[in-house]
């Protein structure tokens, strides 16, 4: 029995002390050792420990068990009792334990958890991260000991050349990226590959004057036909004539000067639009004397004789698909555009030899084709700017764990947010923690809380409450609640303690809320629930009759977005509050003595806007990183404080 006893305690209890000293958690601070093994040794020292009877429990069985879980309601003394735990476990193993590994899902319960080490002595703590808004944590921030460690000139040498070189890579890398997500590509990047494709259109676009020719080509317009080439048709300013030169020089017969079309049908294509009215004019000038408006019906043919510079374009229309019903004239382009807006599939487009034969979709969608083969050619560039950016990163982690490394191993304590964790793998696998403490283990997902565990961990204590808040699931259909299953936001705790397969060590007495709160969590929840007798004489509340008030109201919330959950709104709920809390200051209250807390995000937003001018509100970390994901500012006023919190992320 007793060899059975001696494989149930964590491993590396073998190479600790015979005897454990309990000194911490004694009332006169004595020293006051038993043996590890024997429970009546423990039972004996629990009348002179300063925890009560299920806190004494609880960490008994966190120091006689490998894997040891501690539930409890709301102001049972979960962090005080893991306080103590880790205390009593360095007091007691000193260096050799190596460093706790505390994990928790936010910052703010982190914080909240080395803050409250610190408070009963606990020294060589080091934060991991740098999120912390609290000033006593700031000062244990792995930064800090970077910064007071006098620097080894070898250990610089190898950071500055794995920083420049993770540097060149990114920045190497983020050229190419833009180079390959970017879909609005120049003319010389891409026509190489059209003339490919679509080498009679790559020649025309080429001839166009202007050094990217896309921009226009894509919105209807048509290439003014300048160049520098000279000539017999050359002006005096060596400028090419093209053969609408003749407009300029009042010619109206603009046939008996530069001859037929090359092409009589430049442009056409089945209108898409079920009629359009079109201003047809005799000649290319805005004069309504001498233009026409005529009607175009679906299925009407309507070519495009000529262009003319860069408004006017010359047609042929017959009427009802007579031959002998034919008005030639001259369209604005922009009317004319609009005649021709065909969507003809790609495998059409590839084999048109004419860029003007092309509404504007089709162009766009000629565009895209030929950068979709561009962008092709960048990705083994990519792949290879990849890898070069990974492997420095790998080198620069390396480089910083191995500094990082030489202080976290003589810490006694290591603080890190599970996200923290996950990210730096490789820091944590080295420092090989025997023991994991996970505090608000109810709110961590599983993934995360595995995350945390290497080869090298002996000693775990989840410390938690299953019954409050579930780690979060932006997707329902993964929730417990949907009942599909999958039960994502099931944390490790909540599997374990229900599935009576380790026993759970649970808190009864607790020590926060007066007697007409706590019956409301007893009655529901927590039937063996104790009140701790300092409850018991907290003064009523002053100016009201009964201390506790459920309102009902028949004012509903307003809600503007599909995420109900973050913004609805009650603004009567809030003038309510308001003038609630204003009673209470007349009655003598302070603001730090006022706390408001609220279910949705989007009444957060509406309690903050509507109380800063006149308060100073203090809202805990997680809520300040809510509102900031919305787009709020979290400074304050200066006003009286009040405490501000959103129950989704209440710590």
Not at 9 to 21: F, H, K, N
Not at 126 to 131: D, E, I, N, Q
Not at 563 to 584: A, P, Q, S
Not at 590 to 612: D, H, N, R, W
């Amino acid at each position: 029995q007793q060899e059975q006893q001696q494989q149930q305690l964590p491993r590396y209890y073998a190479d600790g002390p015979i005897l454990m000293d309990l000194q911490p958690i004694m009332k006169r601070n004595e020293a006051h050792h038993i043996r590890i093994q024997d429970g009546t040794e423990w039972e004996a020292a629990a009348a002179h420990s300063n925890l009560d009877g299920s806190q004494f429990r609880a960490l008994q069985g966190a120091l006689t068990s490998p894997i040891s879980l501690i539930q409890g309601p709301p102001g049972t003394g979960k962090s005080y009792v893991g306080v103590q735990i880790v205390r009593t476990l360095l007091h007691n193993f000193g260096d050799t334990l190596g460093p706790v590994l505390c994990v928790c899902y936010t910052n703010h319960a982190l914080d909240q958890f080395l803050e409250d080490l610190m408070d009963v002595g606990v020294d060589k703590i080091v934060r991991v991260g740098g999120r912390s808004r609290r000033e006593r944590v700031q000062q244990v921030q792995i930064d800090q000991l970077r910064n007071a460690v006098p620097n080894n000139r070898q250990n610089k040498s190898l950071y500055g050349k794995a920083r420049g070189k993770l540097s060149d890579a990114a920045d190497d890398l983020q050229h190419f990226a833009d180079k390959y997500l970017n879909s609005e590509y120049t003319w010389e990047e891409l026509k190489n590959v059209a003339m490919m494709e679509c080498y009679e259109i790559s020649e025309m676009l080429s001839e166009w004057s202007e050094s990217d020719p896309l921009p226009q080509w894509l919105k209807g317009g048509y290439p003014s036909s300048e160049s520098n080439e000279s000539g017999s048709d050359s002006d005096r300013g060596g400028r090419r004539r093209n053969r609408f030169d003749a407009l300029d020089e009042g010619h109206e017969d603009l046939d008996s000067k530069i001859g037929p079309s090359d092409d009589d049908s430049i442009l056409e294509g089945e209108p898409m639009i079920t009629q359009a009215s079109v201003l047809v004019n005799n000649e290319p000038k805005n004069n309504n004397n001498n233009s026409i408006n005529i009607e175009i019906a679906k299925g009407e043919k309507v070519f495009m004789l000529s262009k003319v510079r860069q408004k006017w374009a010359k047609i042929k229309y017959y009427k009802n698909n007579q031959e002998e019903e034919v008005i030639v004239g001259y369209v604005e382009q922009d009317k004319l555009t609009k005649l021709f807006e065909t969507n003809r599939p790609l495998e059409e487009l590839l084999l048109c030899n004419n860029p003007y034969n092309l509404s504007n979709t089709e162009r766009r969608t000629l565009v895209k084709y030929w950068s979709s083969l561009v962008s092709s050619d960048y990705v083994e560039v990519l792949k290879s700017k990849i890898k070069g950016a990974h492997d420095a990163c790998e080198e620069f982690s390396e480089v910083r764990n191995l500094a990082d490394l030489g202080l976290l191993q003589n810490c006694s304590v290591i603080g890190m947010t599970t996200t923290k964790v996950s990210m730096m793998q490789t820091l944590v696998q080295s420092l090989k923690p025997k023991v994991l403490v996970v505090e608000e283990a109810g709110e961590v997902l599983e993934a995360h809380l595995l995350s945390c565990l290497t080869k090298d961990t002996q000693h775990l204590i989840m410390i938690g409450d299953h019954y409050q808040l579930r780690p979060k699931s932006e997707v329902y259909e993964l929730q417990v609640s949907s009942k599909h299953g999958f039960d994502l936001d099931k944390s490790l705790f909540e599997r374990l303690a229900l599935g009576n397969t380790l026993p759970i060590h649970t808190l009864s007495t607790q020590r926060r809320m007066r007697p007409e709160i706590s019956r409301l969590i007893r009655e529901s929840l927590y039937e063996y629930l104790e009140d701790h007798e300092c409850v018991a004489s907290r003064e009523d509340v002053r100016g009201v009759q009964h201390n506790v008030y459920f309102v009902n109201h028949n004012k509903k919330e307003n809600t503007n977005n599909e995420d109900e959950t973050k913004l609805v709104k009650n603004k009567h709920e809030v003038d309510m509050i308001m003038g609630f809390t204003k009673y209470l200051l007349h009655q003598g209250y302070t603001s730090k003595q006022i706390t408001i807390i609220t279910p949705y995000v989007g009444q957060l937003q509406l309690f903050k806007a509507a109380m800063e001018d006149e308060f100073f509100i203090l809202l805990n970390d997680a809520d300040s990183d809510e509102l900031e994901k919305e787009g709020e500012n979290t400074t304050t006023s200066t006003a009286h404080p009040s405490n501000l919190d959103n129950n989704n992320n209440n710590s």
